[in-house]
């Protein structure tokens, strides 16, 4: 332990420590001030079932008002930080508070009492042993170790009984150390395996392994009230049963009603128990412990006296078959009464006659003699020999003893219910599956986190200890078992050979009755556990609010008793007692917990791979390739046990896992599966970073620019809806905005603006990434997007951006300015762009075009945007009717029939669906509308300058003293609030009128009219008029064809390359797509991006 010096320093003014951080307060300079009551926990709920750490780096708002009056003068420096970063002392002092009560049954003791609202929580004070060992012990010894393990023995032989046993043991110790690992990484609260997991893999996979982990442990409930029934019912008290078979040939039917009626019985009377008051069930679990010790010590004592003295429990046999003991009293044929034979009950149960001289008798019985061999010969008789392998059997196969010699002939079926026969057919498999649940329990030191005094220290030692202590057990119970009982009573399974005697009580010393009754006990009292947890981990998942439809179970009584979950658990246990066969329940509860500790291990080994900085567990030997190993074991024992289980079972977790992340669990719990993404999407980005990807593999990756109103709201939410349909959930889209103003004073606005934007995207289905970015111009935050955004080979390669809607109408010429310096950045840097234009008409995600065209004028090659973006469209359920045609324009010099034919033949090799057309355009006079436009167009360019350069002189003065301060900064993309270049020339302050400046002012005012004048006389640019005469003719001949289409794309010309004509390139492109209602511009970014190769 490091060891710390505190030492005190003078301070002559008087400090007022009380509150200063608003948190309990240790006052590390005065001993005898204690902190503020009431403050003790530092755990908090956020309202939505999400438990997390309150930061100790928060502070109340009283705490700032009370730091104004302290000035402390050592820590000058930090005083203006001291409410978000405080001090050392404050930040122990809250540690120190930490308190950490589980969720078990002692919060409910307290409940219950009168005085427990004013009791401090006590202190955790459990050890090892009585804390972790003892509670997994109890946990792990159940009804498999009692009812099946003498059968499983028999059945499999004593070396695949080993085989079964080491497997089983092995992956719950490698499931122990990786738990062991996440244990002591940190404080564990109670919730066990759920929480470890669900903190170590994230929400998806906590809630899906919870569920199965609940789900196994409502199943274990049912399994030990089947197990406890069946002791009652067979070897307790066998007059009880209600249901009786017509006769000794029928089946077991009546036995499984007997055990549904039963169950439900006790399944009732033990949910009563566990809603009365858990700390009934607490107080018994030591007796409950003692049972099983008990118990098995028996055994162990019975395996030793046999050595010397073996119990008498003789086994008729007749010829090799074994009967059924409690059906006759004399094993043989006939008796001596005084001085007569004559036949005994084995004869009447084989002959119809009792007259021994007659021939109407089963003609097995008549062949074979009546032997009686000893049911437990003893450790020193050596029988392991036979019992060494295995002898599956089929459902109805009669045991048999192989070294008995007998006359094989067929006998009566009328005599088949006096022969002890398998009631199920068996299998390695199956044997897996019914004795793995006697290895489960290991949770249980880790369930009770909270009531250990060192947690990261006992839970490793007290598990790995009772793995230890039981896995020995078993496996000297498999050898004893094969060394002291006769190999046909291992196989009879419940004691019909040694007149219905449970077969392990056979054994025991003093008398089979210490393991009836102790097994009887410790199966209802593993029951009552179950009971107990079950509902409490159900609450603890319902709590976290991870899977909505569970909240209704997070509700409890006043004294925290989980009513709803309790009531669930026992509705789910009665669907496995109506199942009513152990050996059918005991592959569930295997398969579900088998999924509880593969996610143990993955956990641990995604964790210790990632090498994330959190993971320093104190418990130091485990490793990665443990982790695997335990996982693969999980993985092999499921689909060993039963593999349709297995599928099930792994339905079920990945139907929660998805309907999880479906829901959209926004809990950020540190997972480790976050850390695994993170070193994926760095992995990809290396390799991204090879090289520009391949023609085949290009897709649009957008640049969403779009455009906020004053409230900080998308003004044009369909340019969110038109990307969501174009990606289809494909690529990279970054939606990007941009505010006007400083950044230090604008962050709040941008986290709005962002969280406005993400909003968006969620109700339009846009899967991609925000980015808002602050710039004194708009026109540079546009610039900066495009140059920034993305990472590494994840960038866009594809601008989208709205059209500047009112640009005639504003005398400002900002909003088309930004636009074409978009334009222009999007060609330097190489990228494609997309000009949705009339975007409200576009269609939302909910509408379905049943038919319509999507046309594509194709006039100028720019790299094979044109034909990849219908097709893309194309993919998504709106567009999907909709046909594709495609337009070429053909010039007179052209052979247009030849052009269809070559763009035909391309489009085939394309693998699109097009129809094909190429429209003729003749060489014609320039109209006098086109000359009329162009005209019309250069006179308002004109007159708009003049307008502006006279505005530019009146408000020259008034600029000054305009405070710049009180401008709008939330301006928008197409219309920023910049100042615009013009020259001014240099301010005075004051200006003294003369007569020369008097005159020289009215000549300046009477020329203004004659700069009006002059537009009238204007004469249009020469190319002004052939680019307007292009626009006027093509805009006739896609109204023609195009007037009626769907959607229309087209070549988007690029702005002139002198910047005076830019102004003019806007009418251009107005006049280009007047008379379309929906237009998507599209200008390539110089590479090609469709291929016809494979």
């Known amino acids: 332990m490091p060891h710390f010096t505190v030492v005190p320093v003078q301070d002559n003014s008087p400090s007022n420590y009380d509150s200063l951080e608003g948190i309990n307060w240790v006052d590390y300079r005065d001993t005898g001030q204690g902190g503020y009551p009431g403050h003790g926990d530092t755990v908090s709920s956020d309202g939505h079932g999400n438990h997390k750490e309150d930061s100790p780096f928060l502070s109340s708002s009283d705490s700032a008002a009370k730091r ?15 409410d978000i970063r405080p001090k050392v002392s404050s930040l122990l002092s809250r540690l120190v508070s930490y308190t950490n009560v589980t969720q078990g049954a002692k919060e409910h003791e307290e409940a219950e009492s009168a005085d427990a609202s004013r009791q401090m929580p006590k202190s955790p004070n459990m050890g090892t042993l009585m804390g972790v060992y003892l509670p997994c012990l109890q946990n792990i010894f159940g009804v498999i170790l009692f009812l099946r393990l003498t059968w499983i023995v028999g059945t499999a032989g004593v070396v695949q009984s080993f085989l079964i046993v080491l497997m089983c043991c092995s992956c719950t110790m490698l499931t122990a150390i990786s738990m062991s690992a996440i244990a002591t990484n940190g404080v564990v609260p109670a919730g066990g395996a759920y929480f470890m997991i669900s903190r170590s893999l994230g929400p ?49 039917g009546a036995m499984l009603n007997n055990m549904r009626v039963y169950g439900t019985i006790c399944l009732s009377l033990m949910a009563v128990v566990v809603f009365v008051g858990v700390k009934y069930v607490n107080k018994l679990a030591s007796l409950f412990l003692a049972c099983v010790i008990i118990s098995i010590v028996s055994i162990y004592a019975g395996a030793i006296k046999s050595v010397f003295h073996p119990p008498e429990f003789p086994i008729c046999m007749l010829g090799n078959r074994t009967l059924v003991r ?15 034979t004559v036949p005994s009950q084995l004869w009447k149960n084989f002959c119809s006659s009792e007259n021994s001289s007659s021939a109407h008798c089963d003609e097995y019985f008549l062949q074979n003699n009546v032997t009686e061999i000893q049911g437990i010969p003893g450790l020193a008789s050596g029988i392991i020999k036979e019992n060494m392998w295995g002898d599956y059997m089929e459902k109805g196969q009669i045991l048999e003893k192989a070294s008995l010699s007998s006359v094989d002939v067929h006998g009566s079926m009328e005599t088949f219910g006096f022969y002890v026969s398998a009631d199920i057919a068996t299998s390695f498999t199956l044997l897996v599956g019914i004795f793995f649940p006697s290895a489960t329990g290991i949770m249980a030191g880790s369930n009770r986190s909270g009531d250990l005094r060192d947690a990261q220290k006992s839970i490793p030692i007290g598990t790995i200890l009772a793995i230890t202590t039981t896995s020995l057990v078993y496996f000297s119970s498999v050898v004893l078992f094969g060394a002291c009982i006769e190999g046909v009573v291992l ?15 056979t054994l025991s010393w003093p008398s089979p009755w210490v393991i009836v009754i102790g097994s009887f006990f410790s199966t209802v009292g593993a029951g009552l556990q179950s009971l107990t947890g079950a509902p409490r981990l159900l609450q603890a998942i319902a709590k976290d609010n991870i899977i909505p439809f569970l909240r209704v179970f997070g509700h409890s009584k006043a004294n925290g008793e989980p009513t709803w979950a309790l009531l669930l658990t026992g509705l789910i246990a009665e669907l496995g007692i109506l199942i009513a066969s152990l050996d059918m329940v005991a592959p569930i509860l295997s398969m579900f917990f088998l999924m509880c500790y593969l996610f143990v291990n993955l956990a641990c080994a995604v964790q210790t791979l990632l090498r994330t900085p959190n993971w320093r567990p104190r418990f130091r030997y485990y490793h990665w390739a443990l982790s695997f190993l335990g996982m693969s074991m999980c993985v092999a024992l499921m689909f060993i046990s039963s593999w349709y289980y297995a599928i099930v079972a792994m339905g079920i977790a990945g139907m929660i896992y998805k309907y999880i992340e479906y829901q959209g669990a926004e809990k950020e719990w540190g997972d480790g599966i976050r850390g695994l993404s993170l070193s994926a999407a760095r992995y990809a980005l290396l390799r991204l970073e090879v090289g520009p990807p391949h023609t085949k593999n290009w897709r649009p990756q957008l640049l969403v620019l779009l455009k906020l109103d004053e409230d900080l709201h998308v003004k044009y939410p369909r340019m969110l809806t038109f990307a969501s349909q174009l990606k289809a959930g494909k690529g990279l889209t970054i939606v990007g ?4 103003g400083n950044f230090l004073e604008c962050y709040g606005e941008t986290q709005a603006s962002e969280q406005a934007i993400k909003n968006m995207m969620e109700i339009e289905r846009v899967k991609g990434f925000c980015q808002v970015v602050v710039a004194s111009k708009v026109r540079e935050g546009v610039a900066h997007l495009i140059q920034s955004c993305g990472l590494g080979g994840m960038k866009h390669n594809t601008v989208v951006m709205g059209w500047p809607y009112g640009w005639r109408q504003s005398e400002d010429p900002r909003a088309w300015k930004t636009f074409i310096n978009t334009v222009r950045c999007t060609t330097a840097a190489h990228l494609a762009l997309m000009v949705p234009k009339n975007v409200s008409f576009y269609p939302s995600n909910h509408e379905r075009f049943s038919d319509g065209y999507i046309d594509v004028w194709w006039i100028v090659h720019d790299g094979g945007m044109l034909m990849l973006l219908p097709f893309l469209l194309k993919q998504h359920k709106v567009w999907r009717k909709c046909k594709m045609r495609i337009f070429t324009v053909a010039q007179m010099d052209d052979n247009s029939i030849q052009m269809k034919k070559d763009l035909a033949t391309f489009l085939y090799q394309l693998r699109l669906e097009a129809e094909v ?41 008034a600029q000054l003293v305009k405070d710049r301060h009180s401008l709008i900064r939330m301006g928008s993309l197409y219309s920023d609030e910049e100042e615009e270049t013009i020259e001014v020339l240099p301010e005075k302050n004051q200006m003294t009128w003369t007569n020369e400046k008097i005159e020289a002012e009215r000549r300046n005012r009477s020329n203004a009219p004659e700069n009006f004048r002059e537009l009238i006389s204007i004469k249009p640019d020469q190319s002004n008029v052939r680019r307007m005469h292009t626009a006027v003719k093509l805009n006739e001949v896609i109204v023609n064809k195009s007037h009626d289409a769907r959607l229309v794309l087209l070549n988007m010309p690029g702005p002139p390359r002198n910047p005076e004509g830019d102004e003019n ?18 200008r390539g970014g110089g590479r090609e991006v469709i291929t016809i190769y494979s």
């Open 68 to 82: 104004n009056d302290y000035y402390d003068k050592n820590l000058a420096l930090f005083e203006e930080e001291l």
């Open 737 to 740: 905005s941009v505010i006007q």
């Open 326 to 340: 409690d059906l006759f009293d004399v094993c043989g044929k006939t008796v001596v009464v005084g001085n007569d």
């Open 917 to 957: 057309e190429v429209v003729e355009m003749h060489d014609s006079d320039i109209s006098a509308y086109t000359y009329e436009r162009t005209l019309m167009m250069e006179q308002r360019s004109q007159m708009l300058k003049q307008m502006r350069l006279s505005s530019a002189e009146r408000d020259r003065e």
């Open 1065 to 1082: 390139y806007m009418e251009f492109l107005e006049v280009l797509t007047e008379g379309l209602e929906r237009v998507l511009l599209v």
């Open 204 to 252: 998806e996979f906590g809630g899906a392994v919870g569920l199965c982990f609940y789900l196994g442990t409502t199943f274990a409930a049912a399994m030990y009230i089947l197990g406890a029934i069946e002791i009652f019912l067979k070897y307790l008290i066998p007059q009880a049963a209600i249901f009786h078979p017509a006769d000794i040939h029928a089946g077991s």
């Open 491 to 505: 196989r009879d399974k419940f004691g019909d050979a040694v007149n219905k005697n449970l077969v392990v009580g």
